[in-house]
């Protein structure tokens, strides 16, 4: 089933949680809401449950308007947070809640209700457990039994809020992998809140980055990471550091000194002469050792190839070591107290850093906005 969302705005007294909202999913796709708390995303999904009421816009399931349509008629699946498990119904009940409470016309009989139940709990992996309260079993394992109940009533869409927010990251980690398995299996046209980036990027077949009540970008997850639409799409997904500057005819100049340390934009061409900030993330800083010849870039004379910075402090976890940074007064930086560079472990013991020594920052990539 396809989903059109259409011009769909809600306040909640002054807080307004979503902005005259479009948004086009795809029957069969499995899509992430992603954004920071309070951008919307929980509220849109609501909804499109129909747990929700819009103070103006339509949302249409496969062409049909459901504006008005009550939340037990959209068939809809919805799974929680938190689970929400009837805890004193064994697992094999919580599954059949939805469909023995069908209208008696359209209940099936319970030999039909047995059979469909455990073929759920097989396809989750949890048949074994059908026997069991929802106090005996973990966190993931209620999680799924929580997804095969909203599964059981066969619906035409399955919404999750945070559906693994309360786990933890091992478990979520699996689970994730587990969802997009069982998706790829099941084709039901999914939605999907998180505040996890990762989590987004890693399952989604498209992510909907959503800030202040407004959608910001939307593209499957190597286009939004690759190409962020604005700066708060890029400061988001992931870590990033911000340079600040001016672009004038191409070029960007980070710092106030004319001799800065320059970066190519070609996209501002036209530009003159105008406020712009650089984003680098730190995979894409250059790292050296500070050398004599160097000694331009803390006084800011000459045009510069890098920015001078002290190392702070290493941290080295598995293959990557990460370094914090503080440019060097008189460096021409234009940027935080702080820069973060990510190296690989390897190198940073084959260049034997120690903290407290100067390095050279010099950005590989780096992504131009103009205010």
Known sequence: ?????????????????????????????????????????TTLL???????????????????????????????????????????????????FGLRMKPRATRPAESVIKEKVHALLNLVQLDWLADRYPAQLSGGQRQRIALARALAVEPKVLLLDEPFGALDAKVRKELRRWLRRLHDDLHVTSIFVTHDQEEALEVADRVVL???????????????????????????????????????????????????????????????????????????????????????????????????????????????????????EGAASGSADIVEAHISAQQFREMDLKEGETLVLTPRKARVFVA
């Not at 007294?13 to 992430?32: H, M, P, Q, W, Y």
């Not at 129909?50 to 496969?62: K, M, V, Y």
């Not at 340079?243 to 191409?250: D, I, P, T, V």
Request: hydrophobic share 40%; aromatic share 8%.
């Open 210 to 328: 959503m800030n202040s009540g407004k959608v910001e970008q939307v593209g499957t997850p190597q286009d939004v990471w690759d190409h962020p639409a604005s700066p708060f799409v890029y400061g988001f997904l992931g870590d990033v550091n911000l340079f600040h500057g001016r672009a004038h005819e191409g070029e960007m100049r980070v710092g106030e000194s004319p001799t800065g340390l320059r970066l190519s934009s070609p996209e501002h061409s036209a530009v003159q002469d105008s406020i712009a900030y650089a984003y680098v993330r730190p995979h894409d800083l250059e790292v050296r050792r500070y050398q004599a010849s160097d000694a331009h870039l803390a006084r800011g004379y000459a045009p510069q190839s890098g920015i001078a910075a002290k190392l702070l402090r290493a941290i080295v976890v598995g293959p990557t070591a990460r370094l914090e940074l503080a440019p060097l």
């Open 1 to 41: 089933m396809s989903i059109a969302i259409r011009e769909v705005s809600k306040d909640f007294g002054t807080f307004k949680a979503l902005r005259n909202v479009n948004l086009d999913i795809e029957s069969g796709e499995l899509v992430a809401l992603l954004g920071p708390s309070g951008c919307g995303k």
């Open 46 to 96: 609501r909804i499109i449950a129909g747990l929700e009421t819009a103070d103006h816009g339509n949302i249409f399931f496969s062409g049909e308007d459901t504006t008005d349509v009550n939340v037990r008629e959209r068939k809809v699946g919805f799974v929680f947070q938190h689970y929400a498990l009837f805890r004193h119904m064994t697992v094999f009940d919580n599954v059949a």
